[in-house]
């Protein structure tokens, strides 16, 4: 299993990125996505969440409105739109799944929000 994630990097409060996920070595349209994000200092938290059709999102309270999870399986890849950036969003990105037992991880992407 690997998932690399890409897309971070610094941008003004306000700002948007587009974060993206590839995902291989499982059937990637057959299983629920994640995204955590990891600040300095603090628990890894969830950010959203799809389904593996890519009917059903959830979101963390504080992200709502401003991001949006996507998924497109004919590419084996997993975004996360995030518009409206602020300071407290800066953190590593990671994307995940959960197979059986077992949950994978990406190694992460950096988001930093700062002017």
């Known amino acids: 299993v690997q998932l690399v994630e890409s897309g971070g990097g610094l941008v003004q409060p306000g700002g948007s990125l587009r974060l993206s996920c590839v995902a291989s070595?499982?059937?990637?349209?057959?299983?629920?996505m994640s995204w955590y994000r990891q600040a300095p200092g603090k628990e890894r938290e969830l950010v959203a969440s799809?389904?593996?059709?890519?009917?059903?999102?959830n979101y963390a309270d504080s992200v709502k409105g401003r991001f949006t999870i996507s998924r497109d399986n004919a590419r084996d890849t997993v975004y996360l739109q995030m518009s409206s950036l602020k300071p407290e969003d800066t953190a590593v990105y990671f994307c995940?799944?959960?197979?059986?037992?077992?949950?994978?991880w990406g190694q992460g992407t950096q988001v930093t929000v700062s002017s």
């Open positions: 995940t799944v959960k197979l059986r037992l077992n949950r994978y």
């Open positions: 070595g499982f059937t990637f349209s057959s299983y629920f």
């Open positions: 799809i389904t593996s059709g890519g009917s059903t999102t």
